[in-house]
């Protein structure tokens, strides 16, 4: 390809013509996909967490009688199925499909009408999810969905469940191929492997992770079907193993934790060098650290069923690998903080929400660590004690590593800039919010609280735990209403971006904003993984 002419990119707005509906539905482009993965994705986010507000109010205080127990059990159901399958996993789809064949000096992904695929097969897999609602009841079996109980319900939710998470599956595994195909075979000349953005690198550990998880999952839920449907035994205890079920649900859903938190990383990995004008510190360490997590993640799925009491090796051993996960974590959180290091940090909101993912989520991996260790983990599982470190861990990846990505690329996908002070003041919402929210529950969990009841008695101390939580609940929704309003404001009145207004290092940042449909008209030469930044550097050596 041709060598662009100047040495900087030049300030400046490309609008393409939005065309009507009809080219939005009909589209293949990946930035349009990647919008459309995005829009979806977060109006499933907000019913999510309007279900989990609902659930707040029951928990408020003691002997609650908001919900009936039919009702609440049908709304954790959905709440967890909701932010963990249709928001979390295709989120990181969303920022991938705009962004990487960017990232990589693609003009599109490999399979353009797979890519649309993929996102029609998620909404109707959400669709076919919520429809349950409408024959009867929802599930209510747990977002997890053990056997006895999910075979013995009786209602058809639970069967629009298996049908639903199929068919979102499908959606993720085709995705997941077209990423594979085109990181590996559609990069620009002189991007390497070992040049490519930390982004890219996590998209597709992401999606081998979900290539090797995904169809375990599906055979699970396929014999859940026929158990509930056909008459087959698959785990019936008289006939079949009752545990097979949670042995194929956590080798997939263990896994899918780091394929929900990988591509967060990789986001941080993106802002943090930008904003603290540094490299990123240990570059091949941290590509290193994201495929060592990948690897032992299909080791540790056992952590989650210490308590069907496995023989004292198989716990070691799942206690030793859980543990041995902790060193290439600790690696990234040792090159992010190395990144920050002596740096000109500037914090902008992007910055901000970088910083707080990286507090927040070492709080959920430290109490991972104890949660590894069994004797430890026998006496605080199932209680909100694991709910609190579950939310540390995920719910950081969506509120903070996600929303600084959306703030990091908001002026690329739209050409306009956020809201400086209303995006600081939702960080700090945020940030107050979810501890609010979440670490009260360590203390309810310590205190012997369990998690998925519907009321509990008056013990000392629980209503205000409780209370806390509830209250942080809403100012967690408040932050997110701000950057919503910031979203959609600034798309309208936003001051106009320009092609790179962070002084970035990766290539999406070359073209304009919003880039043409065919992303480039000519690309720099590639010659490490900040081509960006080795423009600007060659262009100050001429002035000198």
Request: glycine share 10%; hydrophobic share 50%.
């Amino acid at each position: 390809m041709a060598t662009q002419s100047h040495p900087v990119p030049v300030a400046g707005v490309a609008a393409p013509d939005s065309g009507g509906l009809r080219s939005w539905l009909s589209t293949v482009d990946h930035k349009r996909i990647g919008i459309m993965y995005l829009v979806l994705t977060l109006f499933f986010f907000l019913v999510g967490g309007l279900m989990a507000l609902a659930i707040r109010i029951q928990l408020e205080t003691a002997d609650g009688k908001q919900l009936s127990p039919d009702l609440y059990d049908q709304l954790f159901t959905m709440h967890g199925t909701t932010m963990i399958f249709l928001f979390v996993i295709p989120i990181m789809a969303a920022f991938g499909n705009y962004m990487v064949p960017l990232q990589i000096g693609a003009r599109d992904m490999a399979f353009p009408r797979l890519n649309a695929m993929s996102f029609w097969l998620l909404l109707f897999g959400g669709i076919v999810l919520y429809s349950s609602f409408l024959f009867g009841s929802a599930p209510e079996s747990g977002w997890t969905s053990y056997p006895p109980l999910s075979v013995l319900d009786p209602g058809l939710g639970q069967d629009f469940w298996i049908v639903g998470l199929h068919i979102v599956g499908l959606s993720s595994i085709t995705g997941a191929i077209n990423f594979i195909c085109t990181i590996h075979n559609m990069r620009a000349p002189g991007m390497r492997l070992s040049r490519m953005p930390l982004f890219t690198w996590t998209i597709d550990i992401y999606s081998i992770m979900i290539i090797a998880s995904a169809p375990v999952f599906a055979g699970a839920l396929t014999m859940l079907l026929l158990d509930r449907n056909f008459g087959t035994n698959f785990y019936d205890p008289s006939g079949g193993n009752v545990l097979l079920y949670q042995h194929l649900f956590w080798f997939y859903s263990h896994p899918v934790v780091y394929v929900m938190a990988l591509p967060g990383f990789g986001m941080i990995s993106e802002i943090l060098p930008v904003f603290s004008r540094k490299p990123l510190f240990g570059y091949k360490a941290l590509v290193y650290s994201v495929v060592a997590i990948a690897f032992l993640g299909f080791l540790v799925w056992g952590h989650h069923m210490f308590a069907v009491q496995f023989s004292t090796p198989v716990a070691v051993w799942f206690m030793i690998a859980s543990m041995a996960i902790a060193v290439p974590t600790g690696v990234k959180i040792f090159n992010w903080v190395g990144t920050m290091w002596m740096g000109r940090i500037r914090f902008e909101p992007p910055m901000l929400f970088a910083v707080g993912f990286i507090g927040l989520f070492m709080i959920g991996g430290l109490s991972g660590i104890f949660l590894a260790a069994f004797p430890v983990d026998l006496q605080v599982t199932d209680s909100y004690f694991v709910v609190a470190h579950f939310h540390y861990v995920l719910g950081t990846v969506p509120v903070f590593a996600v929303l600084g990505g959306l703030h990091y690329w908001y002026p690329k996908m739209t050409g306009r800039m956020l809201d400086r002070g209303l995006a600081i003041r939702s960080f700090w919402v945020l940030f107050i919010g979810f501890n609010l929210t979440f670490f009260p529950m360590h203390a309810l969990g310590l205190s012997g609280m369990p998690r998925r009841i519907v009321t509990y008695a008056d013990h000392p101390g629980w209503a205000l735990m409780n209370q806390l939580a509830t209250v942080g609940s809403f100012v967690l929704s408040i932050g997110v209403l701000m950057v919503v309003w910031n979203c959609l404001k600034s798309l309208r009145d936003g001051r106009i971006a320009g092609n790179d207004p962070w002084r970035a290092n990766s290539l999406e940042w070359w073209t304009t904003s919003p880039p043409p449909a065919h992303n480039f008209d000519s690309l720099p030469p590639i010659r490490s993984e900040r081509p960006l930044w080795d423009l600007r550097k060659a262009a100050e050596e001429q002035k000198v």
